[in-house]
């Protein structure tokens, strides 16, 4: 095979992989087009534009291997003490409510008796 012939069948390849190539960029595009319009992702824009950039920002954080990290464990410590904080806020409201009502039935005067004492 000659120089010629050489530069022909590359140029073919070159040709073929170009096709392909934009074949695959349009078979993407059709599936990105079906796929917004199954999840009406622009009525969720629209609706909900903060929630969805921090949706986007969530799943780029995740595909972009942020998960497994000392950031993502020590923002999950955080965000599990602050979910038990109101838990806990309740739990010690009810404990001091009980001590005052407990303090407050004892200074109470039982019923019946008399306020008044008198001296023998």
Request: hydrophobic share 40%; no cysteine; aromatic share 4%.
């Amino acid at each position: 095979m000659n120089t010629n012939g050489r530069e022909q069948t590359v140029a073919q390849h070159v040709d073929n992989a170009k096709d392909a190539a934009q074949e695959f960029v349009e078979e993407a595009k059709a599936s990105g087009q079906g796929l917004m319009d199954a999840v009406d992702l622009t009525a969720r824009v629209e609706k909900n534009p903060y929630g969805m950039v921090a949706a986007a920002l969530g799943v780029g954080y995740v595909l972009g291997g942020g998960l497994f990290t000392p950031t993502t464990s020590r923002l999950l410590r955080l965000s599990l003490k602050l979910a038990a904080l109101p838990l806990v806020r309740d739990e010690l409201m009810g404990l001091a409510e009980a001590a005052v009502d407990g303090v407050l039935d004892r200074t109470r005067p039982a019923k019946g008796k008399s306020t008044n004492r008198k001296e023998k």
